[in-house]
C-alpha cells in the first residue's frame, strides 16, 4: 500500500501544529512558574534576637529580633497576623549598604508605597507587644516571626 502524497504533507502538518502546540504549553507553563516563584517570603529562620538602633546597625538586646541580612525593596510588604501580638520597624538602605531611614513602630500591614526614594534593602526589626518577662528566648523567635508575613520580589 502506497501512501499519497496528500497524507504525507497532511500528516507533517499536523505533526508540526501538534509541536508548536507543545512549545507554546512549554513556554506558557515556564512563564507562569516563573512568575509564582519571583516572590519571596521570609522565613523565621531569617530572623535573630536583637535589635537595630538608631543609625541600623546592629545592638545587643534580647528585646526585639531583627534580621541580619537585608532584603530587597522590590515589592515588599508586610502583612500582620489577626491576633499578632507585635510591632515592627522597618529600616531602609541604599545600594552600597548604608543607612538611610527608619520607618515609626508599624502596628498594621505595609504595602510598600511609602518606601523611602533610594532605599534599595530593609532590615526588619519585631518587638513583643505582650511579652511576659519582656525578653525573648530561644525558643520564642519563630512565634514572633511567623506573625509577619513579609514578601518580596527576587
Same mark, same amino acid.
Given at each position: 500500500?502506497?501512501?499519497?502524497?496528500?497524507?504525507?504533507?497532511?500528516?507533517?502538518?499536523?505533526?508540526?501544529?501538534?509541536?508548536?502546540?507543545?512549545?507554546?504549553?512549554?513556554?506558557?507553563?515556564?512563564?507562569?512558574?516563573?512568575?509564582?516563584?519571583? @516572590?519571596?517570603?521570609?522565613?523565621?529562620?531569617?530572623?535573630?534576637?536583637?535589635?537595630?538602633?538608631?543609625?541600623?546597625?546592629?545592638?545587643?538586646?534580647?528585646?526585639?529580633?531583627?534580621?541580619?541580612?537585608?532584603?530587597?525593596?522590590?515589592?515588599?510588604?508586610?502583612?500582620?497576623?489577626?491576633?499578632?501580638? @507585635?510591632?515592627?520597624?522597618?529600616?531602609?538602605?541604599?545600594?552600597?549598604?548604608?543607612?538611610?531611614?527608619?520607618?515609626?513602630?508599624?502596628?498594621?500591614?505595609?504595602?510598600?508605597?511609602?518606601?523611602?526614594?533610594?532605599?534599595?534593602?530593609?532590615? @526588619?526589626? @519585631?518587638?513583643?507587644?505582650?511579652?511576659?518577662?519582656?525578653?525573648?528566648?530561644?525558643?520564642?523567635?519563630?512565634?514572633?516571626?511567623?506573625?509577619?508575613?513579609?514578601?518580596?520580589?527576587?
Amino acid at each position: 500500500m502506497k501512501k499519497s502524497k496528500t497524507w504525507s504533507v497532511v500528516g507533517k502538518v499536523i505533526l508540526a501544529v501538534v509541536l508548536v502546540a507543545l512549545i507554546a504549553a512549554v513556554t506558557v507553563l515556564a512563564v507562569k512558574l516563573e512568575r509564582q516563584t519571583s @516572590i519571596n517570603t521570609l522565613g523565621g529562620e531569617a530572623y535573630s534576637i536583637g535589635t537595630l538602633d538608631e543609625t541600623g546597625k546592629y545592638a545587643e538586646g534580647d528585646t526585639s529580633i531583627y534580621t541580619s541580612k537585608a532584603i530587597t525593596t522590590d515589592g515588599l510588604t508586610c502583612k500582620l497576623a489577626d491576633d499578632a501580638k @507585635i510591632k515592627y520597624q522597618l529600616f531602609y538602605y541604599d545600594e552600597k549598604g548604608e543607612f538611610l531611614s527608619k520607618s515609626d513602630e508599624l502596628t498594621a500591614d505595609f504595602d510598600g508605597k511609602t518606601i523611602p526614594e533610594g532605599a534599595k534593602s530593609v532590615k @526588619i526589626m @519585631i518587638t513583643p507587644t505582650e511579652d511576659e518577662d519582656g525578653k525573648v528566648g530561644a525558643l520564642e523567635v519563630l512565634g514572633y516571626a511567623a506573625q509577619l508575613t513579609v514578601r518580596f520580589n527576587k
